[in-house]
């Protein structure tokens, strides 16, 4: 390998990392976070704990957790954002969607 190939590999990842990141952040975690949303207030609201709903919800919590805490706030941290910045992204990024998720089965649940 030549130098200027391995310098071209280094400022091509960095874009694909970008993109990926942002896809993640834009498109995949708040879709993600609203289904998460939906099915944790509906096991909530249904009233039937049952051992399998029961650890299949807790699963999906723990994921979403991770997702949100490894795939976009550490991100925006390594962005080097401040970290009130990087909370404010976790925010419109996940915690929105999720909280959308719970009133739209809410809403459905009345009706």
Known sequence: MTPS???SQVHARPGWHA??????????????LLFSGFFTANFIIS????WPRTS?????????LILSYEF?????LARTVSP????S??????????????VLMLVLWKF
Do not use: D, H, M, N
């Open 19 to 32: 993109f990926f990141s942002e896809s993640v952040r834009l498109a995949l975690a708040p879709l993600i």
């Open 47 to 50: 009233g039937q704990y049952t």
């Open 5 to 7: 190939s391995q310098s």
């Open 56 to 64: 299949r919800t807790l699963a999906l919590t723990l994921t979403v």
């Open 84 to 87: 009130a910045q990087a909370k």
């Open 89 to 102: 992204v976790l925010l419109y990024s996940c915690v929105i969607p999720y909280l959308v998720g719970v």
């Open 72 to 76: 976009v706030y550490k991100e925006q």
